[in-house]
């Protein structure tokens, strides 16, 4: 059986990963370039074709995938006369592997199918050098139909594929981890500037606290750089965790219920941003508590 043709937009770090990893692999690729060529070039240097609209894109491909920053983005992609939708084969699939709010995701799949094809929602766990090696962790929802025949692709991007209900699944269960996510890296970053505050050594405060039930890889991640100066087990920026808190914030609001756990994450990762600490990483909010702490 012949391989299917693939369109990809989003060529950040992640989704570069993941095109050199489909090239690998031996698909035939178009790719949708924006303001950072870097991810763009080297795609095109291995081969893969480069189309001037999403709608073109979407037309040379049996399916379309997106890895983008924000529904905002996915929808500016997704609509309009040059947009994905407008070009879609008849049959194609379409897969949203950012992290995007459901009800963004749910209202395009509707779209999608009016225009012939199937929308699944696929947000991704772990790193790019996971995307370039083909070991991430994909959170796949949608039709079964459509997943069965996306699957022998996604095992090949995912050491885990998941399949976790109808559409729009995938983008809840992933803000409801990365919810939790932030708040616990959050809340460990204030553990050690308020260790700092007290005069108490960083390392004593973790000896005690990862030797009992609060021990987590999350803590490990910020203690990295609280302990020992490195940010990068945990490479993702604070701009990115507001963003995510926010929107599951605004997922709750669409259910019908107001949290109160992200509340304070939502808080000091915004705050974090006016202070011009976006490009941080996550666990260099230890800093932003220390300054506020006045330590």
Do not use: W
Request: charged share 20%.
């Amino acid at each position: 059986m012949s391989k299917p043709t693939i369109g990809f937009i989003g060529l950040g770090l992640m989704g570069s990963a993941m095109v050199q990893r489909l090239l690998d692999c031996g698909y035939s690729l178009t790719v949708l370039g924006n303001t950072d060529r870097t991810g763009v070039e080297a795609a095109l240097a291995r081969g893969a074709t480069e189309a001037a609209t999403a709608r073109e894109l979407a037309a040379a491909s049996d399916i379309v995938m997106l890895c983008m920053g924000t529904s905002d983005h996915v929808e500016g992609r997704m609509r309009g006369p040059d947009g994905v939708i407008a070009g879609l084969r008849p049959g194609a699939v379409v897969i949203d592997f950012g992290t995007s709010l459901p009800s963004s995701t749910i209202a395009l799949g509707a779209e999608v199918a009016a225009a012939g094809g199937t929308m699944l929602d696929a947000p991704l766990g772990r790193t790019p050098s996971h995307g370039r090696d083909g070991q991430l962790n994909i959170m796949c929802a949608g039709d079964e139909a459509a997943f069965a025949k996306v699957k022998p692709v996604l095992e090949q991007q995912g050491e885990n594929v998941f399949h976790l209900g109808p559409l729009g699944a995938g983008h809840t269960i992933k803000l409801i981890n990365n919810f939790f996510a932030m708040t616990t890296a959050n809340a460990m970053s204030e553990a050690f500037a308020m260790a700092d505050k007290a005069g108490v050594p960083r390392q004593s405060l973790y000896d005690v606290m990862s030797a009992g039930p609060v021990h987590s890889g999350m803590m490990d991640f910020v203690a990295a750089y609280a302990l020992e100066g490195n940010p990068e087990k945990l490479a993702f920026s604070v701009r990115n965790a507001a963003k995510d808190v926010g929107y599951y914030a605004t997922m709750a609001e669409a259910l019908g219920v107001k949290s109160i756990m992200s509340n304070c994450a939502r808080e000091a990762l915004g705050a974090a941003l006016e202070e011009g600490r976006g490009d941080d990483l996550v666990p260099q909010m230890v800093e932003f508590y220390s300054a506020r702490f006045g330590k």
